[in-house]
């Protein structure tokens, strides 16, 4: 076989092979991470799927159902594990086969594969977090809108758009149910999604399309409710306190207008977090919890703090920031190490796998620590969002950069904790941002297209590389 018949059977191949080195990263990280690695959140939510506690809202009980189902068809906890590894490499290599298509760059296609292996990415790919969860959900979501942007110039039939835009809607509200702020994020991906098969939708496309989000998330959150029933735990009410005991002085805390009870677990809990130097999480790391956690204390906390954040509204702010500021520039725990000691029997697999990767991860956080904080993705993701280019990717770059920045931006008033998983969706869309932004440059932007135009108009036709004889350019 010749030169020029060696390169035409790779042409026709290729998404084959991506596949294939996608299969082969998924089986690795699963292998890797097994049975998938859990912290304390991890191990309460697996302990609620296998019905050896009550279900409750303190986690997103989505999480915990799914998980549920998984164990009783295939028995084992590393289902959830063996599940978010495939979303993510399957993501990954749509997105992979979409650019190969678009710009015939097989080198550029193997980089979006190899975005999954970036040490700031694969830190936490097989750490079961709800944090995880969201960031594939929305990942998943982005590899259906650039699924729509590779069809939309051959003009599927309506069928198949309204499809893709439900498959789409599916990963979207899992997101928003699994992780309740990713509901900032989700809202520029959805665009993308509604932009990239549309093209130039009409009122009436948006209107329909926004429907279709809204029962997404609505009917599957009312079943959750009406037939899981999970208890009620107020777990908004730690935010609150959180602000309580750091902005307010001792003395007002002490004269404040709550219970006794009450009033002496917020004296002691601002006491304590001073003396460990607790900037945030005082639930966790400086409150007496009573025996009902929160659902006692919940109504008092919550009139307490609309009482008294409205005089203290310097003191709150400079709060806030402090705390927003420790976020970005001091993110902490890059990486989940194992399984947390546990009464389950639970632990990891491969130990020396555990280790490889943890020296891998922990290095690069070590030499490269920006590649691991919050104001550098936050920088990166403005920059996407102010100036995305002008090629055929420039839509969906500025897409997650917005995404990318509401998200960061939006954990300012919520924040319990400074985590570099609060920044993990951000470092995964901005690197496919700078990844797009960088493999667009050379590609013709889509011509713009009236509203209510057909797909076919609304985008300039690429001829697929493996189309005919010709050959990819790079």
């Known amino acids: 076989m010749g030169q020029t018949g060696w390169m035409r059977l790779v042409q026709r191949h290729w998404s084959w092979g991506l596949a294939a080195v996608a299969a082969v990263c998924c089986l690795a990280t699963i292998l890797v991470f097994a049975p998938g690695y859990l912290s304390p959140d991890s191990l309460d939510q697996l302990r609620q799927a296998e019905g050896r506690k009550p279900l409750t809202d303190w986690h997103p009980p989505v999480l915990s159902l799914v998980w549920r189902a998984l164990i009783a068809v295939t028995g084992s906890i590393a289902s959830l594990l063996v599940l978010q590894c495939l979303v993510f490499w399957a993501a990954l290599w749509v997105l992979a086969r979409c650019v190969w298509r678009l710009t015939a760059s097989r080198g550029g ?147 404040a207008d709550v219970s006794p009870a009450l009033r002496d677990r917020l004296v002691a809990s601002a006491r304590e977090c001073e003396r460990v130097g ?88 070590r030499d490269l620590p920006w590649l691991f904080r919050g104001w550098f993705w936050l920088a990166v993701a403005l920059a996407l969002a102010l100036r995305p280019g002008k090629g055929v990717f420039a839509m969906p770059v500025r897409a997650l950069g917005i995404s990318s920045a509401a998200y960061v931006l939006g954990y300012l008033p919520i924040m319990p904790a400074t985590d570099y998983r609060y920044v993990y969706w951000p470092a995964i869309a901005c690197s496919l941002g700078l990844l797009l932004l960088w493999l667009g440059r050379g590609t013709p932007p889509p011509r713009p297209a009236s509203p209510g135009a057909t797909a076919g108009r609304a985008l300039t036709a690429h001829r697929p590389a493996d189309a005919g004889d010709q050959s990819p350019t790079h």
């Open 278 to 365: 607790a900037l945030s999480d005082a639930y966790w790391a400086c409150y007496r919890r009573p025996a009902d956690g929160l659902r006692g204390d919940s109504g008092e906390i919550t009139s307490l703090w609309l009482r008294e954040m409205s005089g203290h509204v310097p003191q709150y702010l400079q709060y806030r920031l402090l705390l927003f500021t420790t976020l970005l520039f001091e993110t902490d725990y890059p990486y989940k190490a194992g399984v947390t000691r546990n009464d389950l029997g639970v632990e990891v697999a491969h130990p020396r796998l555990e280790d490889m990767l943890g020296t891998y991860v922990k290095g690069m956080a």
């Open 109 to 255: 296609s193997l980089a979006v594969l190899g975005l999954g292996l970036l040490p700031f990415v694969l830190t936490f790919v097989g750490v079961v977090w709800k944090d995880v969860h969201a960031a594939f959900a929305l990942l998943a979501a982005c590899s259906v809108a650039f699924t729509g942007l590779l069809l939309r110039d051959r003009d599927p039939r309506p069928a198949v758009r309204w499809g893709l835009l439900w498959l789409g809607v599916l990963f979207l509200a899992y997101a928003m149910l699994v992780r309740k702020n990713a509901f900032l994020a989700a809202i520029p991906v959805f665009v993308m999604l509604v932009l990239a098969l549309w093209g130039a939708p009409g009122r009436r496309t948006w209107v329909m399309c926004a429907a279709a989000l809204v029962a997404g998330l609505v009917v599957p959150a009312a079943a959750v409710s009406l037939f899981a029933a999970p208890l009620q735990t107020k777990q908004g009410a730690q935010i609150m306190l959180d602000d309580l005991v750091h902005v307010l002085p001792v003395d007002e805390l002490r004269s």
